[in-house]
């Protein structure tokens, strides 16, 4: 190879050869290299599997890039433009070596070319030499990280009350660990393609049983609460029910729910409690909808008689303001000694002064007061 270049371009040359030196001579001594290939003093690993396979290849290109880094000094020596011996790192590398460079251009590419291709095969090596390092530096953790991980999911399966049976994954996690000496990246693949995938599946499956256990102890709580307010809601239904029988009859009286309904009510929530200590969370989960609704019953119907029992006691007040406005009005008509306004409204104001009130006679009579009351002389 010939090359005609200005002063400018030759230390150009320069300086691309002396970084590729250095690039070179770094993935030579680089630890991953040598724990792959072995020298004098270190013999190689005995790799197995895609480690040996990559090794293989890594191996190649280092000694490609050292053929090719001393075929790029001589083309440049020759050509005139410098004289720089091989760094001793690389000089020793080479001795014996062919130039056969199956990874680099042949010997009619330009030196340009041999230079380009040279520094791809720098990164590439780099980034092999990288899932080396990556692989006997982290598997150890990751292995560890996975057991950890495996027992805490035991830990978990155990508080939610299912069989778990973690043996093969234990297994799995023991063969990684023993190919990891011979085949790091082929233990590393297994890892994040087998064990991996399978403790996701299994973290997320005991999340959303987890999810559903909160969901379905939050609503048995809720639950308890309701029991609670239903029985403070029917003390109050019962207090004013004794006030309305107490001052006034009617026609129409609601039955109250009974309390047994409400401790019915009550220890069917505890049944679905001890379902749910037992891991049925689904089930439990389906039967407090219906729980629910009967809850739902029962509240209607205790609010209900409730607010009847308190509207017959406002009805009596309102009775009562009627009547004073009755008689407001016969007074302003000179009608108040009338024997047509007088009896009844005498007797309606009697009525409401007994206990119980009897309330649809005193609407009746003061009814006959406001009828004539009505009419003229």
């Keep these: 190879m010939s090359i005609s270049v200005t002063g400018l371009v030759a230390r150009r040359w320069e300086d691309d050869l002396a970084a590729l030196a250095a690039d070179v001579t770094a993935l030579y001594e680089h630890p991953g290299y040598r724990r792959i290939a072995g020298d004098a003093r270190t013999p190689g690993l005995l790799l197995e599997g895609a480690s040996r396979r990559e090794g293989e290849i890594t191996v190649a290109r280092v000694r490609s890039l050292l053929v090719g880094f001393e075929g790029l000094r001589v083309a440049v020596e020759q050509a005139g433009l410098l004289h720089r011996p091989t760094p001793p790192p690389l000089r020793s590398a080479l001795d014996g070596a062919s130039l056969a460079n199956p990874h680099l251009p042949d010997e009619s590419a330009s030196p340009a070319a041999v230079r380009d291709a040279m520094v791809t095969n720098v990164r590439a090596v780099h980034s092999s030499l990288g899932a080396f390092a990556n692989a006997w530096t982290d598997l150890p953790s990751l292995l560890d990280s996975c057991v950890a991980e495996l027992a805490a999911l035991q830990d978990r399966s155990v508080a939610l009350g299912i069989a778990f049976a973690p043996a093969s994954l234990t297994a799995a996690?023991?063969?990684?660990?023993?190919?990891?000496?011979?085949?790091?990246?082929?233990?590393?693949?297994?890892?994040?393609?087998?064990?991996?995938?399978?403790?996701?599946?299994?973290?997320?499956?005991?999340?959303?049983?987890?999810?559903?256990?909160?969901?379905?102890?939050?609503?048995?709580?809720?639950?308890?609460?309701?029991?609670?307010?239903?029985?403070?809601?029917?003390?109050?239904?019962?207090?004013?029910?004794?006030?309305?029988?107490?001052?006034?009859?009617?026609?129409?009286?609601?039955?109250?729910?009974?309390?047994?309904?409400?401790?019915?009510?009550?220890?069917?929530?505890?049944?679905?409690?001890?379902?749910?200590n037992a891991g049925h969370w689904a089930a439990v989960g389906k039967a407090l909808e219906t729980w629910r609704e009967r809850a739902a019953e029962l509240a209607e119907h205790i609010a209900s008689t409730s607010a009847a029992a308190r509207e017959a006691i406002d009805e009596r007040r309102r009775l009562r303001g009627w009547l004073v406005a009755l008689n407001a009005k016969a007074g302003a008509l000179r009608r108040a000694e009338d024997a047509a306004f007088c009896a009844p409204a005498l007797e309606a104001h009697r009525l409401l002064h007994l206990r119980p009130t009897p309330m649809p006679r005193v609407r009746a009579l003061l009814e006959t007061c406001q009828s004539v009351l009505a009419h003229e002389r």
């Design 173 to 276: 996690l023991d063969r990684v660990r023993l190919a990891g000496a011979a085949d790091p990246l082929g233990a590393m693949a297994e890892l994040q393609r087998e064990v991996a995938p399978k403790l996701g599946r299994i973290a997320a499956d005991l999340s959303a049983r987890e999810h559903q256990r909160d969901e379905t102890q939050r609503q048995l709580e809720l639950a308890r609460r309701e029991v609670e307010r239903l029985r403070g809601a029917h003390a109050t239904a019962v207090t004013s029910i004794a006030e309305r029988d107490a001052r006034l009859t009617d026609d129409s009286r609601d039955a109250l729910v009974s309390l047994a309904e409400l401790q019915a009510l009550l220890d069917w929530r505890e049944k679905l409690a001890g379902s749910a």
